[in-house]
C-alpha cells in the first residue's frame, strides 16, 4: 500500500454568498498551488447539490434540495487530477427539522456562509488514476 507522508500548513479563508462550493473550493486550491490537502468546511447553504455513487452502475445519481441547510459535515480532500487540483468532499447537511442528507458533493452548491480549512502537505502527494475496478478516478494503491 502506498503512503505519502509530509509537513502539513494551515489556510482558512471565507468562501464569499452565492459562490457554487465546489467551484469556490477549487479556485481556492488552484489560486493558492495547493496540490495535496484534506479539507473541512462549515457554515450553511442556499442549495444543496450531492450525489450517490451507484456501484453496480458506475454512475452518478445526482439529487438537489433547494432551501437553507446548515452545513452539519463537510470533508474531503485535494489531489492532483488531469494535471489541476481536483477537490474530492463528502457533505451532510441538515434542514430545521434536524433531518440530514448528504453525499458526494457536486457542482450547484450555494453558499450562504463557508469557512474552509485546507490542511495542506508539502512535497508529492497522490495523483488520481482510472481505476478500471471502480470506474472512479482514485489515488494509487502501489
Known amino acids: 500500500m502506498r503512503a505519502f507522508t509530509s509537513e502539513t500548513s494551515s489556510t482558512l479563508l471565507r468562501l464569499p454568498p452565492g459562490t457554487d462550493l465546489l ?14 490537502a484534506w ?15 451507484d456501484q453496480e452502475t458506475k ?3 445526482t439529487l438537489t434540495h433547494d432551501g437553507e441547510l446548515e452545513i452539519a459535515s463537510a470533508m474531503g480532500n485535494v489531489s492532483m487530477k488531469d494535471g489541476d487540483p481536483f477537490v474530492h468532499l ?9 433531518r440530514a442528507i448528504g453525499g458526494h458533493l457536486m ?5 450562504f456562509v463557508a469557512e474552509v480549512l ?14 478500471e475496478d471502480t ?7 502501489d
Do not use: M
Request: aromatic share 10%.
Open 59 to 61: 454512475e452518478y445519481t
Open 135 to 141: 470506474g472512479l478516478a482514485l489515488w494509487p494503491t
Open 90 to 98: 463528502h457533505v451532510v447537511c441538515s434542514g430545521t427539522d434536524g
Open 23 to 36: 467551484d469556490g473550493l477549487t479556485s481556492a486550491a488552484k489560486d493558492r498551488e495547493i496540490t495535496a
Open 107 to 111: 457542482p450547484g452548491t450555494e453558499v
Open 118 to 131: 485546507f490542511q495542506t502537505f508539502r512535497g508529492e502527494g497522490p495523483v488520481r488514476e482510472q481505476d
Open 39 to 53: 479539507v473541512n468546511v462549515i457554515g450553511a447553504v442556499r442549495k444543496l447539490t450531492f450525489g450517490f455513487y
